[in-house]
Each structure stands twice: as C-alpha cells, then as structure tokens.
C-alpha cells in the first residue's frame, strides 16, 4: 500500500483540522477508498498511487487556502474539492480589492480613492512614498501591502521600522530594557499586523525574523534583499537617516516610506529627511509619491475636523 506524508509547515493543526477534526471527516467522505490519518502537524494518507496524487493536490490548495485567508470551513472544502482545476478555484476566489483576508476572515482592502492610488503605485514602483496626516491609513495600507506580498511569496521577509524619536517625552526616563523602551514606539506597526495575521503564526514569523520590527538605527550596515521594507513616521528621520535608509535597498526589494510633514517632532533647525527626499527624488523614475488628505482619515469623524481645524490654524501663521 502506497503511503503519502504531508507535514503542515506555518499553520495551527488545531484549525486546520477543525473542531474535533470535522474538516478530517470531511475529506475521508471526499475520499473514501483512502485511508487517511491526522495527528500532530502531519496527516498520512494510504491507498492507490493515483489516488494519492489527487488527495495531495487537493490538499495542497486548502493550505494555499488557509495560509492567504485564516480559515478553513465545510463551503471552502466542498469548493476546493469539487473544482475542476486549480486555476479554476482561484479565479473564483480572486479579488482585486481585498489586500488581505485578516484575522477572523477580516477583509483588508483600501477604503479611499488616495489609498487605492497608493496600492497602484506600489504596484507600478519599487520605492513609493505615501505622505498625509494622521488617520489617513498609510501605515495599515502598507502593512497589508507587505503581508499580502509575503504571503504571494513575492518577497521572503517583511521589514518595518521607525526612527525612535521623543514626541514631547524622554526616552532615557522610561522604564525597562531596550526592547521595553523601544516596543511602544513599534506599537502601531504590531496593532496592524495583529489584524493581518493569527497571533501564534504572527510570533512564528517574529521568531525566524521573517518579520522584523526595529527601530531604523538597526538598519544600518544592511542590505535588505527580497523584502517589503516599511519606513514609518518618516517625518523624523535626519538628512543623514534618510539618505542611510534609502541605500539599504537590495536586489527584489520594495520599499514604502510613510510620514506626515505637519508632526516633525525633531529639534529645531534640524531638515527633516523626509521632506528633503520628496524634493530631491521627485523626478527619479520607479520613485512614486501619494499625498493623502482629511478626505482620506478612517479614523473617528473628530479626527477629520480636528485636522482641518489645525489646518487653519497654520495656514494663519
């Protein structure tokens, strides 16, 4: 009798099996004259060769399946199960809007005419710039933007930074080691990821450094290949920080920079890099440049109102 071992890599066996193995159940039903046995991370199935190769083909696309999307149900089985090829099931199950189906089935989709520019223009450039106030959701775009790209097995590794700067308080005073003074300062970049990705596969990817969290001073002396790279809070990067980010990049590399120009929270008389580097790239071909507005803010309808009355406020002075 011929013998198959799959061994699930990545994925929760609890929920890939369902509960009390009714997804198992369900595929013995589809494939009676197997037998098939999951237990661990491993199901083994026995039976006719040619049978096998199906059985391997067919489960192969629920782990596609599960690994894009979170979830595995009776409708998504009987559907895999039952289509005529592959390629005819993902095309069923294609969406240009949907950037990533998050956690609990979550759709991820850019929600405002400035955020779905910027998807294009990530599409279209290696390097983009997303530039607007806060709420207007650069960061949580671009975060989707690089899970679904690690998950399309476009690039290997996400990498997401930001320059640790004091927004009116003192670093030095906080209390912890490093990786304790430094996480809140990471915090936003973690909140979008915990929506994109279960919390156990997300501290997997942490553990092998195929996400990386640092604040941008660990980027120095590296060469970031096969990677989505996410610059956050731009804004705050020096003249000698940005132009150190901008040459990290390595070979099948794609490199988003975010930032608002209204929140520079630098010392005073200090250019902040991200303004510099609009001016100076600005004409460099496969650089893309998004500028969002309050049109743009997801956030609560305050947060709209309260931009626009700084706005104002500014445009005054």
């Known amino acids: 009798m011929n013998e198959l071992i799959i061994e699930l890599e990545e994925i929760t066996p609890k929920e890939f ?35 096998l190769e199906e059985f391997d083909r067919r489960l192969t696309m629920l782990m596609v399946h599960f690994g894009k999307y979170n979830k595995l149900d009776e409708n998504v089985i009987e559907r895999v199960l039952t289509s005529r090829t592959s390629d005819e099931y993902a095309t069923s199950e294609s969406s240009n809007e949907v950037l990533v189906h998050g956690v609990g089935g979550k759709l991820i989709k850019a929600q405002t005419a400035n955020q779905r520019k910027l998807v294009e223009s990530m599409r279209k ?105 996410i610059l956050d809070e731009g804004q705050n990067t020096t003249h000698a920080q940005m132009k150190m980010f901008l040459t990290r990049m390595g070979k099948n590399a794609k490199f988003l920079l975010t930032g608002d120009p209204g929140q520079i929270d630098l010392p005073r008389r200090t250019i902040s890099g991200l303004k510099e580097a609009l001016l100076i790239l600005k004409n460099v071909d496969g650089v893309g440049m998004i500028f969002l507005d309050d049109k743009d803010v997801i956030r609560h309808k305050l947060v709209k109102k309260i931009i626009s009355a700084y706005k104002n406020i500014e445009n005054r002075e």
């Open 125 to 229: 450039n290696d390097m983009v710039f997303a530039i607007g106030p806060a709420g207007t959701g650069k960061t949580y775009t671009g975060v989707a933007l690089a899970v679904q790209a690690l998950k399309n097995k476009e690039v290997k590794r996400i990498i997401l930074t930001r320059p640790a700067v004091e927004a009116g308080e003192n670093l030095g005073f906080l209390p912890g080691d490093l990786k304790e003074k430094l996480d809140p300062y990471m915090q936003p970049l973690y909140d979008a990821l915990r929506d994109m990705i279960p919390h156990e596969k997300l501290d997997g990817y942490i553990e092998k450094g195929i996400i990386q969290i640092a604040p941008l001073a660990f980027m120095r002396g590296r060469t970031l290949d096969h990677a989505f790279v």
């Open 17 to 51: 099996f369902g509960d009390q193995n009714s997804n198992i159940v369900l595929l013995k039903k589809y494939f009676p004259k197997l037998k098939i046995v999951a237990r661990g991370n491993k199901i083994r199935a026995y039976g006719d060769e040619e049978l």
